[in-house]
């Protein structure tokens, strides 16, 4: 059955309405009918539903049955990511959404070399969102990870509140397995930049709770850490 | 105190012959004089010498002491890969040789799209080493991943020797954290192409024993399993 993700105002009791380029993909490329079945995700939930009527630019949806999704991971995870040079954040966010994040933070630490201002900040956030939607239609995903805005070093450090919180470190720390991650409802991740970060900066993140996790002996390229991070982080937590 | 790799040909007794490029960097850039310490990597092993003698394209070295490489993981791991389309090949051979790889064997099976004839396999294989030598130095590893030419994918499961063998498997398996990694010297891991594996290719791995494994619900990319496989068997074997 052809799975879509529903947007906020989508979703009016027990009618969907779609819109866009869904509902003519829906009309035009799927030839879909009213009667037929189709399936739409929004945070975690799916709808089965009925197409009630349809025009050429809007589907009208009657739901039939809500469930929640079981391609969802039982780990809530989110990863803080400090801003890495060219695109290789998008990269971050595809992977990511794939392994099952259930959120990305992007951050600016003392060592990042991209420092964008507010409009090339909006149009960066923009395309990230859209790469996030993308990449978790493809993967089956239940839910579109969000992506948060651009937060500082200090935000991002205060506005943790998952069971477990972390920062990757190469100079100190404890293994992940170490963590005490299974059985845990959520996990928060900070991932550095290039450069990684400077000591005072895991000084302060100690200072909040956040524990230092050293990753081994060997370098990982900065796009690499949060994509093996997220894929151990989902198997120590049962969800691979 | 610089690192380098030392082709098989390089090391004679105790002495280090270096040429080409590395005698280059070694002279002009890094600007290194008769007496200075290096060390050279070479399958796991590490060579601290001393430069004993130096011309504009060769550099001469003494072994001081020969010791076990300690970025290498205890684990050898061998990733077989189906050719993935267009260049995603080196996407996956820079992160696993970050990640601890021990070989990389590329192979073709029933769902490939890409099929290079031999004149194409061969300049693909020349770059592939080169990415792997190059993340094998940016990753501060103790040998460089090999990669093997391109084999059918009968001779992979026929050539498959370590003590766990596995395949990644969209229909049926074990999780990997069942697999019985930990402890075990070495572990091969067969990973699909876009398609993945036909029914009957899995049928033919397992009656060599090959166990199917199940990566669950969310659908990776094609070279996002390489990635998260092997970051997963690094920690499940305690090098990560």
């Known amino acids: ?36 079945m189709i399936t739409f995700c929004r945070e975690g939930m799916e709808y089965s539903c009925e197409i009630s009527q349809m025009t050429a630019d809007k589907v009208i949806c009657q739901v039939i049955e809500v469930t929640p999704s079981d391609c969802e991971p039982t780990i809530i995870l989110k990863l803080y990511q400090a801003l890495p040079k060219g695109d290789k954040m998008e990269l971050i966010i595809q992977k990511a959404a794939e392994l099952g994040v259930g959120e990305i933070v992007p951050f600016v630490s003392s060592r990042c070399v991209s420092r964008p201002d507010e409009a090339s900040a909006m149009k960066k956030l923009a395309r990230w969102r859209k790469i996030s939607l993308e990449a978790a239609k493809q993967s089956g995903r239940g839910k579109v990870p969000a992506v948060a805005p651009i937060v500082t070093f200090e935000e991002a450090i205060d506005g943790m509140s998952s069971d477990i919180k ?6 100190e720390g404890i293994r992940l397995s170490e963590a005490g991650i299974d059985g845990k409802k959520s996990v928060s991740v900070m991932i550095g930049s290039e450069g990684g970060f400077e000591r005072a900066e895991v000084e302060k993140a100690k200072a909040k709770g956040i524990t230092p996790i050293w990753l081994g002996k060997r370098i990982l390229r ?8 997220s894929a151990v982080i989902m198997n120590l937590s049962g969800n691979w």
Chains 1, 2 share one sequence.
Request: charged share 20%; aromatic share 8%.
């Open 166 to 171: 972390l920062i990757c470190y190469e100079n």
């Open 222 to 229: 900065c796009e690499t850490c949060p994509i093996a991070v």
């Open 1 to 36: 059955m052809p799975r879509f993700f529903a947007d906020e105002n989508a979703v009016c009791g027990d009618i969907i309405t779609v819109t866009g380029s869904d509902a003519r993909h829906i009309g035009y490329s799927l030839r879909m009918k009213v009667g037929d």
